[in-house]
């Protein structure tokens, strides 16, 4: 088995079932897999060969879908792109990672130009608007009329994808995943979160991040699910969207889910056809999931709690287990060991802090071209996160920071998240993050960033005042920054070595 064949299967088993559907574009099945054969075809006719890196610069769309599969099917490895980085920072992964071949957006055009200068790795540069800059051809000029399965044997073994991590703590590292890797992460998700052909999927989160990408993009096409793809996030249309195309199953981050909150009027949109709703990729306030919950009606929730390098796997916290358990990460998934461990690799007691380790066929190969990186990372086949989290009784995982993120104030470990989750309960705060600044009496101390929400004026020391009813003297912010963003990366995630940064 491999990713192209499960699109190829569908194509040949439920040919007229609606695959995709984007503004005005829709496809089915059938039709799907013979635009995905057209370009694959193409791309064998440029001679690009199997093994070979293709980059994609794209935002969420139907062509991404396409792109991504043609790639599958001849054998190549794809390479997504967060398309909010710079320059620089896009020119950084494509020659990393060896790329031969970048897909992108008209409105990239210029930024490719830039990227790919006296890069003689690269072979194509392959626009999917009609425009193109010097050097490059339109992937309307790639593609051609073989609507055929490509002659090209790609065996379960051959590796697939390299997912660069957010880089939230410095330069992102390429996690490299073979078909067999993403077979699993798309079976376990199938099963754990329970769907099915029936679903229809709405992708709003970015599709070259992995949550999305093998969770529910390669999941719902393994499973002949119809898939919505809405290129950017505006919460109102996400909203219409759901109600228009009767959405069962919807993925987030929690950001995302923050904004949904701030649509005027939400409540006159009909939820109803969502029967699961998936939260992840960054740690998400109790007060915010039950805000969400509300929202949907109080449909089943389910914390998926991964990183990259996992697949995204790691724990699952299931929609019963918010009853007692809402906050925790969860227990791990199927086919997966988790432990939280100290220095010396052994399991700490219940409730005490330590790092967390991940065992599981969804774990990455490597890091692309990195050995050191693997072999910190990867130890007697345990994938070690560089995540602190904590382990009850039960065997319920929660995380509560990245070891860079820990703040020791006065000789006391403080955990950011800990601080965030009371920040999030004032109801004048839209989103909060809490880092540790150098102090010349304290070693380093506790400061907060906070963005109110709109129209909101925030009063630090009635915040301080908040905090100190709730926290310990010493986890108290001792300063507070009101902004009005807080930098993140397209998952999500603060990026707090920015803040760091900035502050210091």
């Not at 020659?95 to 970048?102: H, L, N, Q, R, Y």
């Not at 309307?140 to 379960?156: F, G, H, M, T, Y």
């Not at 072999?375 to 086949?381: E, M, S, T, V, Y």
């Not at 540790?436 to 630090?460: F, M, R, S, T, Y």
């Amino acid at each position: 088995m491999n990713l192209g064949m499960t699109l190829a299967r569908n194509a040949r088993q439920i040919p007229e079932k609606k695959a995709v559907i984007f503004g005005d574009i829709s496809y089915t099945y059938k039709q799907l897999n013979e635009k995905v054969n057209q370009l694959a075809n193409g791309l064998i006719a440029h001679r690009i060969k199997k093994g070979e890196k293709i980059a994609i610069l794209m935002k969420n769309s139907d062509q991404f879908m396409i792109v991504f599969y043609a790639i599958m099917k001849v054998g190549a490895i794809a390479v997504p792109i967060n398309f909010r980085l710079t320059a620089v920072e896009v020119r950084y992964i494509v020659e990393d990672s060896d790329a031969a071949v970048i897909f992108f957006d008209r409105s990239y055009a210029t930024l490719v130009s830039q990227v790919v200068e006296n890069n003689k790795n690269i072979k194509l540069q392959v626009c999917v608007g009609n425009k193109t800059e010097k050097n490059q051809i339109t992937m309307n000029a790639i593609r051609n009329d073989n609507v055929s399965e490509p002659v090209v044997e790609v065996l379960e073994s051959d590796d697939a994808e390299i997912l660069y991590t957010s880089g939230t703590t410095g330069n992102p590292k390429g996690a490299v995943f073979d078909h067999h890797r993403i077979l699993y992460v798309a079976f376990t998700s199938a099963i754990m979160m329970k769907m099915g052909p029936e679903d229809n999927l709405l992708h709003v989160a970015p599709l070259f991040h992995s949550a999305q990408l093998n969770l529910f993009m390669i999941t719902g096409t393994l499973l002949g699910s119809m898939h919505v793809i809405q290129q950017d996030f505006q919460p109102d249309l996400v909203l219409q969207a759901i109600e228009h195309y009767e959405i069962s199953l919807f993925f987030a981050v929690p950001t995302m889910y923050n904004f949904l909150l701030q649509v005027p009027n939400y409540e006159k949109y009909d939820l109803t056809s969502v029967k699961r709703c998936g939260y992840g990729s960054a740690p998400m306030p109790t007060a915010l999931i039950q805000k969400a919950m509300t929202l949907f009606g109080h449909k089943q929730f389910f914390n998926m709690c991964g990183l990259t390098e996992a697949g995204p796997g790691g724990v699952l916290l299931l929609p019963d287990e918010h009853k007692t358990k809402m906050g925790a990460g969860g227990k791990a998934m199927l086919c997966t060991e988790v432990r939280v461990v100290n220095e010396r690799g052994e399991d700490v007691a219940p409730f005490e802090t330590g790092e967390f380790i991940i065992k599981s066929e969804m774990v990455m190969k490597e890091y692309y071209k990195n050995p050191e990186e693997t072999r910190q990372a990867l130890r007697d086949g345990w994938l070690y996160t560089g995540d602190l989290a904590t382990m009850d009784e039960d065997g319920y995982v929660t995380l509560v920071d990245r070891k860079k993120d820990m703040i020791i104030s006065g000789g006391e470990n403080i955990y950011s998240t800990e601080v965030e989750q009371v920040l999030y309960q004032y109801p004048d705060i839209l989103e909060a993050a809490v880092i540790g600044l150098p102090d010349e009496v304290w070693g380093e101390k506790v400061v907060a960033i906070v963005v109110g929400k709109k129209g909101e004026n925030l009063d630090e020391e009635a915040l301080k005042l908040f905090c100190s009813e709730r926290l310990a003297s010493y986890k108290v912010p001792t300063e507070i920054i009101v902004k009005d963003t807080i930098p993140r990366n397209a998952s999500g995630k603060i990026l707090k070595y920015r803040l760091r940064e900035a502050l210091s």
